[in-house]
């Protein structure tokens, strides 16, 4: 298994998914979701674009691999990719800095969680568990996170998927301040360091999601 993630995984079951690619077309090509513009918006910040990017597809992943029905899937999908809209608020010399954020600059940057839900609620076109996902995908199941502190079930599930998925592609992608880690390496800091932000039963499917098809 080590082998295996040490050649990054996440590619390859992405590539090999079929359904997966099916579904982020759907949501890539949906009129109604207002993509185009949305990812107009997010393409400013060039890694709030691929970071939203990849965030739908481990979601997307995920629900094909839970065997969720088709509109789970969906929904599950476009709220990974939504999930930082809320940035789009935030300044771009924030997004952009290469250095360590100042203590009021990490404030500015976590408004973005409540940005998001604004906007997608204000657009009107997005169900509730999608809404929940740009507003709690930085909710920690031990109640450390933000916005609202919320704890364990408080948290919206679609939200908790996404909140393994947000943190998965950080860690396993490289900026300016900080070198990625391996799908392994960064599986292990999740499970070893960090299991106390997520719900243990979901992050458990997330790693056995993250190994070869069968």
Do not use: W
Not at 43 to 52: E, L, M, Q, V
Not at 122 to 144: K, L, V, W
Not at 176 to 185: E, G, I, N, R
Request: net charge negative.
């Amino acid at each position: 298994m080590k082998n295996y993630f040490e050649v990054d995984a996440s590619p390859k079951i992405l590539k090999e998914s079929k359904r997966v690619a099916e579904v982020m077309d759907e949501c890539l090509s949906d009129a109604d979701a207002n993509f185009h513009y949305i990812f107009s918006i997010t393409a400013k910040n060039y890694f709030t674009y691929t970071h939203s990017v990849n965030v739908g597809l481990y979601c997307l992943a995920y629900g094909v691999k839970a065997k969720m029905g088709d509109n789970d899937i969906r929904d599950l999908g476009l709220g990974g990719m939504l999930a930082d809209i809320g940035k789009s608020k935030i300044d771009l010399n924030i997004l952009n800095k290469k250095t360590n954020l100042t203590a009021e600059e990490i404030v500015q940057v976590r408004c973005h969680s409540a940005y998001g839900q604004e906007i997608l609620e204000d657009m009107g076109c997005f169900p509730t568990r999608i809404i929940q996902m740009a507003g709690q995908h930085h909710e920690n199941y031990d109640g450390s996170g933000y916005p609202n502190g919320l704890v364990g079930e408080e948290i919206a599930p679609f939200a908790r998927i996404c909140k393994l998925a947000d943190v998965y592609d950080a860690l396993t992608t490289h900026r300016s301040y900080k070198k990625a880690l391996t799908p392994f390496d960064a599986l292990n800091v999740m499970r070893k360091e960090m299991k106390n932000e997520f719900d243990l039963k979901i992050m458990g499917n997330f790693i056995q999601f993250m190994g070869p098809e069968d």
